[in-house]
């Protein structure tokens, strides 16, 4: 009766450890890049 709930849930915590990780990989980037703007010396 409800086979179909595990398959579902599944899909669901797959598709939101995806989303969770490419946020996390983009978050960790955005902070090392603003991390050595602020301690190299500004070139011009």
């Known amino acids: 009766e409800f086979a ?3 398959p579902l849930i599944a899909i669901i915590v ?3 450890l995806l989303l969770a990780s490419i946020f996390i990989c983009e978050f960790r980037r955005k902070r090392r890049e603003q991390l050595l703007n602020q301690y190299e010396p500004a070139e011009e």
Do not use: P
Request: charged share 0%; glycine share 0%.
């Open 14 to 16: 797959i598709i939101l």
């Open 4 to 6: 179909w709930v595990v």
